[in-house]
């Protein structure tokens, strides 16, 4: 039903530029409010483009698709901003590779060390072994008819697991548990574990500095049902205000007490 989706979503552009289907990101913002949600689909040229968001973006290049991270992430040169020449030829270059990611040479010398860690690791090998990079499911919410979609980072369709990689701060245990939910990893593992149908959902986690340390963390049951709970109420806010319209995203207005 859904097999032509799956592979026009494969393109980024086409994935990230379509709104019929929800995304596990675009709940987020609906967790901000659906008013934030809503500026985004009327105004998506207006979302900041930050160097953590560039960043990532080699980030995943770099650990799981190599061939486009030499085609299109490249360092940037060694001018002196400081001097009006050194800025003119700054500007030039960036207008010159509009379509490729820059980096500094800190962040790409990182990125390379990152990546040599992550490869040297054989659990993570293992993991990101007999499997697809960047792959999309396409699917319909059984309880609320809304039709979702993911782009994961690796999905190894014989063993039904799903990997998910990200950098952090500090990779033990509590320090990742920590980021987990601040950053609502546990509503990702359960969005995706259920739009794939996995029976596992893994973390494979990296410090951005050296000596990249990295962590192996499965997605444990209560952790993925408290996930699952999170984005259901999210999906049921999604419904009211942008499918049977009964509020304007616009009048939502937080309420408490403090």
């Known amino acids: 039903m859904y097999s032509k ?39 998506p040229s207006l979302r900041p483009q930050t160097k953590a968001l560039n960043f990532g973006r080699a980030f995943h290049m770099c650990m799981l698709e190599p061939e486009k991270f030499d085609q299109y992430v490249i360092q940037e040169p060694d001018v002196n901003k400081r001097t009006k020449a050194g800025r003119e030829e700054y500007e030039e270059f960036v207008k010159e590779n509009e379509d490729n990611i820059i980096l500094t040479s800190v962040e790409h010398k990182s990125l390379i060390g990152m990546r040599n860690r992550l490869f040297s690791c054989h659990e993570a090998v293992d993991l990101l072994s007999g499997g697809v990079a960047e792959q999309v499911s396409v699917w319909k919410d059984k309880d609320t008819g809304i039709e979702c979609k993911c782009k994961a980072d690796y999905w190894n369709k014989d063993k039904r697991i799903l990997v998910d990689i990200k950098t952090t701060q500090g990779a033990s245990m509590n320090d990742f548990r920590g980021s987990s939910y601040k950053y609502g990893y546990d509503r990702q593992s359960a969005f995706y574990s259920d739009g794939f149908k996995a029976d596992d959902f893994i973390f494979i986690v990296i410090e951005k500095n050296a000596p990249y340390n990295i962590g192996i963390y499965y997605s444990g049951e209560e952790f993925i049902s408290e996930g699952r709970q999170k ?7 999604y419904k009211h205000y942008f499918i049977d319209k009964v509020q304007d995203p616009y009048e939502h207005t937080y309420l408490g007490t403090l």
């Open 5 to 43: 989706y799956i592979k026009e979503f494969a393109s980024d552009e086409a994935y990230y530029s379509d709104f019929k289907f929800i995304t596990n990101s675009q709940l987020g913002l609906i967790k901000r409010s659906p008013a934030t949600y809503q500026h985004y689909r009327d105004f």
């Open 231 to 237: 984005y259901a109420q999210l999906l049921n806010t």
